[in-house]
C-alpha cells in the first residue's frame, strides 16, 4: 500500500505539466484524423463555396461568373422542382421510417429468442449495398419480368418505376426498406438502456403496456429520438446512389431530387458552377437543420434522464 | 494507452504509406503511353490486340486500362480537365471531341491515320474529321440502328415488315389486335428513345434538320420537319405502339430485346448490337429463324434519303495533346499499324462485327449468321449520311436536356411545341 502510494506520485511529478493533469490520450493523436477530415472534407468545402461563383465545363479554363450561377439555378424550375422533391423526400421519410423503426426497435430490444431472430432477419437489408438494393427492386417491379409476372398478381404489375406518379412512392418505400433497420437498431439499443426497474415499479402502479409505451420507453428514447432524425434528415438530402440506379431522376423529372440535380448538372451537362451551388444550398440546409434539431431538442446539454435511480 | 498510442502510429504509418504509394502509381503511369478503352462487347477483342500490340512491340509498350462504360464520360472529362490524361483514349467522336479540339486537348493525327482513313467507309470516318484533319480513328465495328422483328408474331398478326410509316401504323392496329406490345421500347434507359427522333427526322427532313442544331442555329429545333418528327412519336404513343407499361423497360438489362424474343412484343428499332444479345441469351429464338430485321421505313411526304442510318458509326481513339513527343510517336505508330489492321478486322468478323472498313463483302460470305451480317454490312456500306447518336454528337448541356425532354414528350407531358420552345432556348 506504501509503496504504490509513493510510486504514483513519483510518477505524475515527472511529467508534471499542467497538460497532462487531464485524462485520455495527448489531443495530437487527434492530428492524423483532423488532417484526413480537412484535407477532404474542409478544403472541398471551401473549393465547392468558390466554385459557384465560377464557370466552368470541367475542360476548359474557369471564368469568373460573379452571381450569375446563382441567378440562373434559382430561377431554374428544373432546380425548383428538385429542392421541393427533396422536401417531400425528407419529410415523408422522417413520417414513414420513424413510427416503423420506434416500434420494430422497442420490439427487439425484448430479450426473448424469436425476438433476436427476427431482429437479426430485420437487420440483413442494412448489410447490402444500395446499387445492389436499387438494381435488385428495378428488377422485382418489371412489369414485364417482375414479380407481377412470377406470382401471377396483376396488381404487382404495374408500371411502378416507369409512371410519373408512382415512381416517387417505390423510390419512398425502398429507402425505408433500407434504412428502417439501421434506425431500429439505434432504438434497440436505446431502448435496452431503460433500467428495467421503472417498468417493474410502473406495472406495480398498475400501468398497461400502452401506458409503460407512451410514459417511459418515448421519454427515455428522447435522445434516440433526436439522434435517429438527425440522421434521417441529414441523410434525406443526401440520398443519391439508390435514387440514381433505381430510377436515374425519371420518368421526366418525377424522382430528380437535388443530389441527383447536381450530379446530373455537373458531370452530365458540365455546369459545373450550377452544380456547386446546388451542393452549397444542400450543405447550408443539412448543417442548419442538424443544429437547430440539436439546438431545440436541447440536446447539446445532454442531462442525465437518470436522475433518482 | 499504449495500446492506443501504437494504434495512432499505425494509421499515421499506413497514411504515410497511402501517400507513398498514390505517388508510386503516378511516377508509373508517367513511364509509358497508356490507353483507355471502355468495356462491353468488343473489350475482350481490344484486350487481345493491345497484348498482341506489346508483345511484338516491346519498345513501344503501351499501358492498357479498360473502364467501365457509364462512367468513362465523366473519367475521361476529369482526366482531360486536370492535364493528366492518357496518351491514347476512347471517345464516341461528335460534341465532346470538337470541345477537345478546339480546347488543343487533342492532336491532329491525319499523317499517322492516312492509310487508315483510306480504307474506312467515308460516311463512319467522317465522323472523326473535323475542318478537314483527322482528329480521331474508328477502332472496332460499326453499329447502326435498325428494327428487329419476331417472325412468329409478324405472321400471327398476318403483317410483313413495314415499308412506310403508314403501314408501320397499320401494323401496329394489327399487332394489337392479337395481343402483344406492338413495338417494345425501353423508355427507362432514355437512350432509345433518341432512336425515334433521328429516324423520324431525318425521314422527314434530311440530316440537315440536325445539322442546324450542331451549327446553333436559332430555332432549329422548331423546324416544321423536326416538329412533325415529334408529333408522330406522340401519335405512336397515343395508338399504344409501344403499350401502357414502357416506362420502365430498361435495355442494358435487355429486357427490351427479351420481350420480342419471348413473343410478348412483336418489334423493335435498337443497335446492331441486339443481335448477339439475342444470340446470347435466346439461342433457340435466333438459331430457328424467327427473327428478322428491316431497316427504318420511309415517312410519306418526307425529303430524307431512306438509306441514312443512325446509330454509332464506331467508337473511336484520339491522341491526348498532354503526352509527350515520345508517347504521340508510339501512338501514332500504334494507331497506323494496329488499328483495324487486317488482324483485327478478322477479330470483328469472328465475332459477328461489322468493321467499318470498304471492301470486305468477300469475307463476310460464308461465316455463321452471314445473312444478317451482309444485310448490316451493306446498310451501313450503301448509307450517304451516318449520323452519329445525338446524345453524343451535342455537348453535354443540350445532350441532357433533350434526353429529359424527350423523356417528357413520350411519357405525354409535354407538346411538341412546348418541346422545341425548351430547346430553342439552349441553342
Excluded at chain 2, 392496329?173 to 425501353?186: N, Y
Aim: charged share 15%; proline share 6%.
Amino acid at each position: 500500500m506504501s509503496t504504490a502510494t509513493t510510486v504514483g506520485p513519483a510518477r505524475t511529478r515527472r511529467a508534471d505539466r499542467p497538460a497532462r493533469r487531464q485524462d485520455g490520450p495527448t489531443p495530437l493523436m487527434a492530428v492524423p484524423a483532423l488532417a484526413f477530415f480537412g484535407f477532404f472534407a474542409i478544403v472541398p468545402l471551401f473549393g465547392v463555396l468558390a466554385l459557384s461563383f465560377m464557370s466552368w465545363d470541367g475542360l476548359g479554363d474557369m471564368t469568373f461568373a460573379g452571381l450569375d450561377n446563382w441567378q440562373r439555378t434559382l430561377a431554374n424550375p428544373t432546380t425548383h422542382n428538385a429542392m421541393r422533391l427533396t422536401l417531400m423526400v425528407t419529410v415523408a421519410t422522417w413520417l414513414i421510417q420513424t413510427p416503423i423503426s420506434l416500434l420494430l426497435g422497442v420490439f427487439m430490444a425484448g430479450h426473448q429468442k424469436y425476438r433476436a431472430l427476427l431482429g437479426v432477419l430485420y437487420f440483413l437489408p442494412l448489410l447490402f449495398s444500395a446499387t445492389a438494393v436499387a438494381i435488385a427492386f428495378r428488377a422485382l417491379l418489371d412489369p414485364n419480368f417482375g414479380m407481377g409476372q412470377a406470382l401471377g398478381l396483376p396488381f404487382l404489375a404495374q408500371d411502378w418505376i416507369g409512371r410519373p406518379d408512382l415512381a416517387l412512392y417505390v423510390v419512398l418505400f425502398v429507402i425505408a426498406w433500407i434504412f428502417v433497420p439501421f434506425h431500429s437498431l439505434l432504438y434497440q439499443g436505446g431502448a435496452r438502456q431503460i433500467p428495467a426497474s421503472m417498468y417493474e415499479a410502473a406495472t406495480l402502479d398498475g400501468a398497461g403496456r400502452v401506458k409503460q409505451f407512451f410514459h417511459i420507453t418515448l421519454p427515455q428514447l428522447k435522445y434516440t429520438i433526436i439522434t435517429s432524425s438527425t440522421l434521417m434528415i441529414v441523410g434525406s438530402l443526401t440520398y443519391f446512389d439508390l435514387v440514381f440506379v433505381l430510377t436515374g431522376g425519371g420518368p421526366g423529372f418525377a424522382t430528380r431530387i437535388l443530389p441527383l440535380d447536381m450530379y446530373l448538372t455537373g458531370f452530365r451537362a458540365h455546369d459545373m458552377g450550377g452544380a456547386a451551388v446546388s451542393g452549397v444550398i444542400l450543405i447550408t440546409v443539412g448543417l442548419t437543420v442538424a443544429i437547430l434539431l440539436n439546438r431545440l431538442s436541447g440536446a447539446h446539454k445532454m442531462e442525465s434522464q437518470m436522475e433518482g435511480i | 494507452m499504449n495500446f492506443t498510442k501504437r494504434a495512432g502510429a499505425a494509421a499515421l504509418a499506413l497514411s504515410m504509406v497511402g501517400i507513398l504509394a498514390a505517388c508510386a502509381g503516378g511516377a508509373r503511369a508517367d513511364a509509358a503511353p497508356s490507353i483507355w478503352t471502355v468495356g462491353g462487347g468488343s473489350e475482350p477483342m481490344v484486350r487481345a490486340s493491345l497484348i498482341d500490340w506489346n508483345e511484338s512491340n516491346p519498345d513501344k509498350y503501351i499501358e492498357h486500362e479498360v473502364i467501365a462504360n457509364d462512367v468513362f464520360k465523366e473519367r475521361i472529362r476529369i482526366a482531360l480537365g486536370s492535364d493528366t490524361p492518357p496518351t491514347i483514349f476512347h471517345n464516341w467522336s461528335g460534341g465532346p471531341l470538337r470541345e477537345y479540339v478546339e480546347n488543343n486537348q487533342v492532336v491532329d493525327i491525319s499523317a499517322a491515320a492516312a492509310d487508315l482513313i483510306d480504307r474506312v467507309i467515308p460516311s463512319v470516318a467522317a465522323n472523326g474529321i473535323i475542318d478537314g484533319n483527322v482528329y480521331a480513328v474508328p477502332y472496332v465495328q460499326a453499329a447502326p440502328v435498325m428494327f428487329f422483328y419476331n417472325r412468329e408474331v409478324f405472321d400471327a398478326a398476318g403483317v410483313s415488315p413495314p415499308t412506310t410509316f403508314t403501314e408501320l401504323l397499320e401494323a401496329v392496329d394489327a399487332l394489337q389486335d392479337v395481343g402483344v406490345i406492338p413495338i417494345s421500347l425501353a423508355a427507362g434507359s432514355r437512350w432509345p428513345l433518341l432512336m425515334w427522333i433521328q429516324y423520324l427526322s431525318d425521314r422527314i427532313g434530311g440530316p440537315e434538320v440536325f445539322n442546324a442544331v450542331l451549327d446553333g442555329e436559332e430555332g432549329a429545333w422548331s423546324h416544321p420537319a423536326m416538329v412533325e418528327a415529334l408529333t408522330r412519336i406522340q401519335e405512336l404513343v397515343d395508338r399504344g405502339a409501344f403499350g401502357d407499361a414502357f416506362g420502365s423497360v430498361m435495355a442494358d438489362q435487355q429486357a427490351d430485346t427479351a420481350l420480342v424474343a419471348n413473343g410478348n412484343a412483336a418489334m423493335i428499332l435498337q443497335g446492331a448490337w441486339a443481335f448477339p444479345n439475342m444470340l446470347g441469351s435466346s439461342p433457340e429464338f435466333v438459331e430457328s429463324g424467327y427473327l428478322g430485321w428491316f431497316a427504318f421505313p420511309e415517312v410519306e411526304g418526307g425529303v430524307g434519303d431512306v438509306r441514312n442510318v443512325v446509330g454509332n458509326p464506331s467508337d473511336f481513339l484520339s491522341v491526348s495533346a498532354a503526352s509527350t513527343p515520345e508517347e504521340i510517336e508510339v501512338a501514332e505508330a500504334f494507331i497506323a499499324q494496329n488499328v483495324l489492321n487486317d488482324d483485327r478486322i478478322e477479330d470483328l468478323l469472328s465475332i459477328g462485327a461489322i468493321p467499318p472498313i470498304q471492301g470486305i463483302r468477300d469475307r463476310i460470305v460464308g461465316r455463321p449468321h452471314d445473312d444478317f451480317m451482309l444485310w448490316k454490312y451493306d446498310l451501313v456500306l450503301n448509307a450517304p449520311h451516318f449520323q452519329l447518336s445525338w446524345d453524343q454528337a451535342l455537348d453535354g448541356a443540350r445532350a441532357q436536356a433533350l434526353l429529359d425532354n424527350l423523356s417528357q414528350l413520350f411519357l405525354s407531358q409535354i407538346t411538341p411545341q412546348d418541346f422545341a420552345t425548351t430547346m430553342d432556348a439552349l441553342q
